[in-house]
């Protein structure tokens, strides 16, 4: 009797184990899936709306930004159309090429504004530039971590 109830706490915890796996791993996916706009149902506008929301939030998380942008700020936050805001980032992220946030930038402004339809490629080159974004903002953030010990 003792072994039975013993094998029932130990299927009942590798269970529970097994439930709490597979809900982190849910949860992973859904949030990659959701912050880099991967559903194929999204026109490439919209893809590219939401990549671009993600990546203007990354910025506001790490926060440097703001010090740097100075005549793009007002009321509402940064004007993101103004071309002091490509330099501001380019300030704050030299590791970023000019050349593909620039276009990555026409991008959300055609997205935005523009009455030419975006091709599924033009997407690729906003997921690229959020990965970039993603993996300088986790270095600067562990180096400034080193930094102030």
Known sequence: MKRIRQLKLLLGTMCGILLVIIAVILRVWYVKRR???????????DRVRIIFKSFYELLERDGRISAKAGDC????????TRPEFV???LA?????VRSDFERFME?????????????AGDCELAVVMYKRLKKLVAR???????LSK
């Open 107 to 119: 991008l959300v402004l055609m997205a935005n504004y523009g009455p030419d339809k975006l091709e």
């Open 92 to 96: 704050v992220y030299p590791e970023l």
């Open 87 to 89: 330099d501001a980032v």
């Open 140 to 146: 600067k953030a562990v180096v400034r971590g080193y």
């Open 35 to 45: 912050t880099l706009a991967l559903d194929k149902r999204l026109s490439p506008g």
């Open 73 to 80: 700020v007002d009321a509402a936050g940064l004007d993101t």
